[in-house]
T-cell receptor, first 112, second 112 residues
Framework: GENVEQHPSTLSVQEGDSAVIKCTYS??????FPWYKQELGKRPQLIID?????GEKKDQRIAVTLNKTAKHFSLHITETQPEDSAVYFC???????????FGAGTRLFVKA | DTEVTQTPKHLVMGMTNKKSLKCEQH?????MYWYKQKAKKPPELMFV???????INESVPSRFSPECPNSSLLNLHLHALQPEDSALYLC???????????FGPGTRLTVT
């Protein structure tokens, strides 16, 4: 069945450093790839998304890259801040379908 | 208004009780979702409604019964739950297929 693998499960960085989270999806029909941030005790919130017709998208300190051939996409956070500490989930959904498959999540710690 | 609301915030129920979770959105979204999230795990899709019709049921046990009375409301009726059903239940809505999902704050359910 469809699957999204996410690595690493835990990531600890120093404030100001960059953080990279990587995901691989199995369904080649996937065409929409959102990234959600979930702070402790709060709801998941979209931070950036990318569609399969685009290779890269950037929003201030956050960027996402997509390699359709390798079925691989990544989240890049530059100049990390303590408030970036949270769990980040990558996800994938296929064209014509409502089902979103989530990765297992990455717990990011940013040390001040 | 870009918010999805859920009531109650917390719910404790016995295995013989009947209770309902409620979700509301006023963004004009035509797709609404129920997810179950266990601690340190990603959201797990349960049901999807599209234009008030059940579109996806992820083989959820019949002790969970969804209902979509209108385009703004989504209910989840609970009956004869098991302790392993204790989790955070998240509602979400989206414009449609392959669009950002807006999550509600969730209902933390404990089954005793």
């Amino acid at each position: 069945g469809e699957n999204v693998e996410q690595h690493p499960s835990t990531l600890s960085v120093q404030e100001g450093d960059s953080a990279v989270i990587k995901c691989t999806y199995s369904d080649s029909a996937s065409n929409y790839f959102p990234w959600y941030k979930q702070e402790l005790g709060k709801r998941p919130q979209l931070i950036i998304d990318i569609r399969s017709n685009v290779g890269e998208k950037k929003d201030q300190r956050i960027a996402v890259t997509l390699n359709k051939t390798a079925k691989h996409f990544s989240l890049h956070i530059t100049e990390t801040q303590p408030e970036d500490s949270a769990v980040y989930f990558c996800a994938a959904s296929r064209a014509g379908g409502f089902k979103t498959i989530f990765g297992a999540g990455t717990r990011l710690f940013v040390k001040a | 208004d870009t918010e999805v609301t859920q009531t109650p915030k917390h719910l404790v129920m016995g295995m013989t009780n009947k209770k309902s979770l409620k979700c509301e959105q006023h963004m004009g979204h035509r797709a609404m979702y129920w997810y179950k999230q266990k601690a340190k795990k990603p959201p797990e899709l349960m049901f999807v409604y599209s234009y008030e019709k059940l579109s996806i049921n992820e083989s959820v046990p019949s002790r969970f019964s969804p209902e979509c009375p209108n385009s703004s409301l989504l209910n989840l009726h609970l009956h004869a739950l098991q302790p392993e059903d204790s989790a955070l239940y998240l509602c979400a809505s989206s414009q449609g297929i392959s669009y950002e999902q807006y999550f509600g704050p969730g209902t933390r359910l404990t089954v005793t």
